[in-house]
């Protein structure tokens, strides 16, 4: 069997490396070079444990080749980005144009699977695009939408152990999906229909983000109050039926902080709690930035001088390189527009460039620092003493003091 996987990033990469690894010839298709070419040399262009190992192995093996192009295939995967335009409108132009792409190599008995967050419908639209351009494929392919869910840093178990959601345009669709997906996958295979498995995508990380505003939410009560939001979390856990989360600074990453945007944006009167969620956790780094800026004023008046600043880490999660819709980068960028010349030290341990930020090395950032701002909870912060003489920020929990 040959699948063709539309999108090389955080999702398509290693769901394409693992089922190469299963026995399933892959063409990886990416719009970006440097992608293709990496891939096609075993290197790894995110980071995720032990996934450069099993690139090289199946690209040795020539079991997966990345390219421009796709390739006519026995099965199609659209794993591409889903933006914004607008206010926060879902954008799935990026699926259109993967699919369009794919339209003329399908023929009768191919599966079409997305697995691109989509808005509720989007399927159905995708499969009306494809029949307008190939009506005499109607009734003689299968599609199908099959979301991912896996934890960064834990890709490589996730896929294969993790339950997943298959939902086919019909009966026949599901279980094709399901032949595919259980040549690699583990978990179990859970049935149902296109329009549910795309809203369940977005009901999973909009209950997510939910959750994390309740303990954002708590975070600011607590400062107000002059209570220790982290010991006040670990005593209410201790009741047998409350499960509070960890505050942080926000929340980033391009499913819990977006996938609520594609339900209020078609359902904005009845998603009450999901917009408010939305809302708290977006304040949430506004207020962090305010209260770096107010340590900074803060440190000038007693001191005289401006502060040297550490802004420890940029990536929307602990231990990963991956930073969109990171509330750190909100943040320091934030920070940075006022800092009104004071000197700026970024830290991402993660990233070894960054087009935009010069990064410090994290022990030097926090020597030098006279402010030291935790924006991200990476294990190499944990190993930094607490040091009394700095004004420390901790708003990931760091030290929870």
Same mark, same amino acid.
């Given at each position: 069997m040959k699948a063709c996987f539309m999108g090389l990033g955080y999702i398509g990469l290693p769901t394409?490396?693992?089922?190469?690894?299963?026995?399933?010839?892959?063409?990886?298709?990416?719009?970006?070079?440097?992608? #293709?070419?990496?891939?096609?040399?075993?290197?790894?262009? /995110?980071?995720?444990?032990?996934?450069?190992?099993?690139?090289k192995k199946v690209v040795s093996d020539g079991m997966l080749k990345a390219t421009i192009t796709p390739e006519i295939s026995d099965a199609y995967f659209i794993v591409v980005p889903t933006p914004f335009k607008g206010n926060h409108e879902p954008d799935i132009s990026y699926v259109e144009s993967a699919t369009r792409a794919i339209v003329p190599?399908?023929?009768?008995?191919?599966?079409?699977? /997305?697995? +691109? *967050?989509?808005? #509720?419908? *989007?399927?159905?639209k995708m499969a009306n695009l494809i029949f307008s351009i190939r009506p005499e494929l109607k009734g003689k392919i299968f599609i199908a939408y099959c979301p991912e869910r896996v934890l960064p840093g834990n890709v490589i178990y996730e896929l294969v152990h993790n339950d997943r959601v298959i939902g086919g345009m019909d009966e026949a669709s599901t279980?094709?999906?399901?032949?595919?997906?259980?040549?690699?996958?583990?978990?179990?295979?859970?049935?149902?229909?296109?329009?549910?498995?795309?809203?369940?995508?977005? *009901?999973?990380?909009? +209950?997510?983000? #939910?959750? /994390?505003?309740?303990a954002n939410e708590l975070s600011l009560i607590c400062d107000k109050a002059g209570i220790n939001?982290?010991?006040?979390?670990?005593?209410?856990?201790?009741?047998?039926?409350?499960?509070?989360?960890?505050?942080?600074?926000? #929340?980033?990453?391009?499913?819990?902080?977006?996938?609520?945007?594609?339900?209020?944006?078609?359902?904005?009167?009845? +998603?009450?709690?999901? +917009?408010?969620a939305r809302e708290i956790n977006n304040y949430k780094a506004f207020w962090c930035a305010e209260k770096v800026e107010n340590a900074m004023l803060k440190?000038?008046?007693?001191?005289?001088?401006?502060?040297?600043?550490a802004m420890m880490g940029l990536a929307f999660k602990p231990d990963i390189d991956d930073l969109r819709e990171a509330p750190a980068k909100y943040i320091t960028t934030k920070v940075m527009q006022s800092c009104n010349n004071a000197d700026i030290l970024i830290v991402e341990p993660n990233v070894e460039e960054h087009k935009v930020f010069k990064l410090t090395n994290y022990k030097e950032a926090y020597e030098k620092a006279d402010i030291v701002v935790f924006l991200v909870a990476h294990s190499v912060f944990k190993t930094l003493s607490y040091d009394n003489t700095k004004v420390i920020l901790d708003f990931c929990g760091i030290y929870k003091k």
């Open positions: 394409a490396i693992i089922a190469a690894n299963n026995g399933i010839q892959i063409v990886g298709v990416d719009v970006n070079p440097k992608v #293709v070419e990496m891939t096609n040399r075993g290197h790894l262009h /995110i980071i995720e444990p032990g996934m450069e190992t099993l690139l190599c399908l023929k009768e008995g191919d599966l079409y699977v /997305i697995e +691109s *967050t989509s808005p #509720v419908g *989007t399927t159905d279980d094709k999906a399901i032949g595919f997906y259980s040549q690699f996958v583990e978990g179990t295979l859970h049935r149902t229909n296109c329009k549910t498995a795309e809203m369940c995508k977005l *009901t999973e990380n909009s +209950s997510r983000d #939910v959750q /994390i505003a309740f939001v982290w010991e006040l979390i670990n005593l209410a856990n201790k009741h047998p039926r409350v499960n509070i989360l960890q505050p942080g600074c926000g #929340v980033g990453g391009h499913c819990i902080a977006v996938d609520p945007y594609f339900i209020t944006a078609d359902f904005p009167i009845e +998603s009450q709690i999901i +917009s408010k440190f000038e008046l007693e001191h005289h001088c401006k502060p040297v600043i």
